[in-house]
């Protein structure tokens, strides 16, 4: 009898989630772990400095997103706030926001297997096109509670964007001599890296049956409800099914059309003239080459 019961419910939902005119919400909260940003032993950043850094990391870090799909595609974006009167810099800030995951909308196609992505990257908008990722996925047969849904874990490595700064780390320091602490780069990019591979573990739920989730990631047998990926964690808080509103959900059209390897490989060129161009004592003003 159990079995049955189990078999119509499943029928049941798959019924459903069978509608043409299905379509999901869900709001997630992203955080960051910003510790290996610290700029701790500088003597030219006074209090005040790192107080307004610590402000604009922690904004930065701390992020709302939307996620609208139906069963096949999603649009996932970052939620508009406004403004603190008296703020500064919305160019570069916004630029910032692009190397730590927001900004734009990010349009995902799980059936055909490609994504759209607009970004604003040095005063340039860009449309970058490729295709999605193949996750790995490993069960793991963990379960826990998400909300009121059962949500299963899932993990894979993934190969973490270039242009994704989120992930950067401080390079380890394994000299001890003084001949060597001098030899030590004072730009502090410069003591930043990129790991070649990170692990993520992803929360899914059956209970909605759709292969989509935040960001690049889905190809699990239900929504991903919760992901951690290196120092970020990404968590649904509401959830919302058949709302009587519905979203157009379609890929941005904006920018320059490029594919993500050529963004990564511009976006980690520009960034090198910078520190050049800072470390010669010639300011900040770049061009992107058309």
């Known amino acids: 009898m159990k079995n049955l019961l189990t078999s119509f419910f499943l029928i049941l939902t798959t019924l459903v989630f069978a509608q043409k005119d299905f379509q999901g919400y869900v709001v997630y909260e992203s955080k960051t772990s910003v510790s290996d940003f610290k700029f701790g032993g500088n003597r030219e950043i006074t209090p005040e400095m790192q107080k307004m850094i610590d402000e604009r990391m922690k904004k930065l870090s701390e992020k709302t997103f939307d996620l609208y799909f139906d069963l096949n595609a999603s649009i996932y974006k970052e939620q508009e706030k406004l403004e603190t009167p008296g703020t500064q810099g919305g160019g570069s800030m916004r630029m910032m926001a692009s190397f730590a995951g927001g900004g734009g909308t990010f349009y995902k196609n799980v059936k055909t297997k490609n994504y759209v992505v607009d970004k604003e990257i040095f005063g340039k908008e860009f449309l970058v096109k490729d295709s999605l990722p193949k996750y790995d996925w ?13 949500c299963f874990k899932a993990t894979a490595k993934v190969k973490p964007s270039q242009s994704d700064f989120r992930n950067m780390r401080r390079k380890k320091q394994e000299e001890t001599t003084d001949e060597k602490k001098n030899d030590r780069p004072t730009n502090f ?13 992803a929360w899914y739920t059956p209970d909605i049956p759709v292969s989509q989730g935040p960001e690049m990631y889905y190809g699990l047998p239900g ?28 890929a941005p059209t904006n920018g320059k059309e490029i594919n993500q390897k050529d963004f990564d490989e511009t976006v980690t060129k520009k960034m090198q003239e910078m520190r050049d161009m800072y470390q010669n004592g010639r300011g900040n003003q770049m061009r992107i080459p058309r």
């Open 138 to 150: 490993k069960m793991t047969g963990e379960s826990k509670k998400i909300g009121n849904y059962t």
């Open 189 to 201: 990019m410069d003591q930043m890296e990129m790991p070649t591979e990170i692990e993520v573990v």
């Open 223 to 250: 929504l991903i409800l919760e992901v951690a990926a290196d120092k970020t964690i990404i968590l649904a808080s509401k959830v919302v099914l058949n709302a009587k509103d519905k979203k157009e959900i379609k």
